[in-house]
């Protein structure tokens, strides 16, 4: 095969011969280039749609990194809670006289076996933050943790329902509803005589004249000058309670008169052996003296 190339003007004829090889060769180089392209193309469309995936995931990644971290808040968040309720519960126990729950029954609150298997999930998140599979424990031991609580309010529930006497005979509110602790139950430093002493009470600080309310019904015992303590008052509830309140100011109910839980029996002073105006409180349970702090069930007079 030959090509000719004419010019218009006649001046000149070039002439081309085509075999076979040339044509292969030529064929060859043209799907050599074909393919080049192709490849270069199909490469950069690749490069294009895998950062794309990686930038969609890396998003995904952050939303679910910023969701597990809300979910961890929200767990340490119900975790807390759930210790306010045991408090409570222990506290309300001792309200109507029922015994602690045991600290081994408690644990099985807490306890559980943390899952070895790494979920799905925890591939999707970065070293360092919160895996899924903790969360499933946390998840877990708080469900178990509810539970526990349920049933021993379901308990507690029943013994209040069928005490109501005793348990208006329960000191559970505190005496006044201002001022600041200064002196715990416990062991202290005498502010007199700087020895170390035990301290039967709870102490207080008010101004003077504020109003101190029985933390229980029950009938007064004594209303008296009673030397260390200045004015205090004793009121003797029945079921082995018996609270006292020292260093009154004013006394305002007499010996044998009946009170009711809120009602106001003297005014806060600074008598007898004592440093400032407050008022020292004192509950004792078949004649000992026990931490007051333990029958707060209630700051207010509600």
Do not use: C, W
């Amino acid at each position: 095969m030959k090509l000719l190339f004419l010019k218009d003007d006649t001046s000149g004829i070039k002439e081309f011969e085509i075999t076979r090889r040339k044509l292969l060769v030529g064929a060859l180089i043209v799907l050599l280039i074909g393919s080049g392209f192709t490849f270069i193309t199909v490469n950069v469309l690749t490069n294009v749609m895998y950062r794309t995936k990686i930038n969609y995931v890396k998003q995904n990644n952050k939303r679910l990194v910023h969701l597990l971290d809300n979910l961890q808040k929200r767990l340490n968040t119900l975790e807390a809670s759930v210790g306010t309720l045991e408090e409570q519960d222990q506290a309300i126990r001792t309200y109507a006289d029922l015994p602690e729950v045991d600290q081994d029954i408690r644990k099985l609150g807490i306890g559980g076996t943390r899952y070895d298997k790494t979920t799905e999930l925890d591939y999707l998140v970065p070293q360092g933050e919160p895996k899924a599979s903790d969360m499933l424990f946390d998840v877990d031991q708080l469900e178990r943790k509810l539970k526990l609580e349920k049933l021993s309010y379901e308990k507690l529930y029943d013994a209040i329902k069928y005490n109501k006497d005793f348990i208006k005979s329960t000191p559970s509110i505190r005496p006044i509803n201002v001022g600041y602790f200064t002196d715990g139950f416990g062991y202290r430093r005498d502010p007199f005589t700087g020895r170390r002493r035990f301290h039967y009470g709870l102490d207080i600080s008010a101004p003077r004249g504020t109003k101190i309310h029985a933390t229980a019904d029950g009938v007064v015992r004594y209303a008296k000058r009673n030397g260390g303590y200045g004015l205090v008052v004793a009121v003797d509830h029945g079921h082995g309670y018996e609270t006292l309140f020292g260093h009154m100011s004013k006394m305002l109910v007499k010996p044998g008169e009946k009170v009711k839980r809120g009602d106001v029996i003297g005014e806060v002073g600074n008598t007898g052996r004592s440093t400032g105006s407050h008022v020292h409180y004192e509950v004792h349970v078949h004649g000992q003296p026990v931490n007051p702090l333990n029958y707060f069930f209630s700051g207010y007079l509600e």
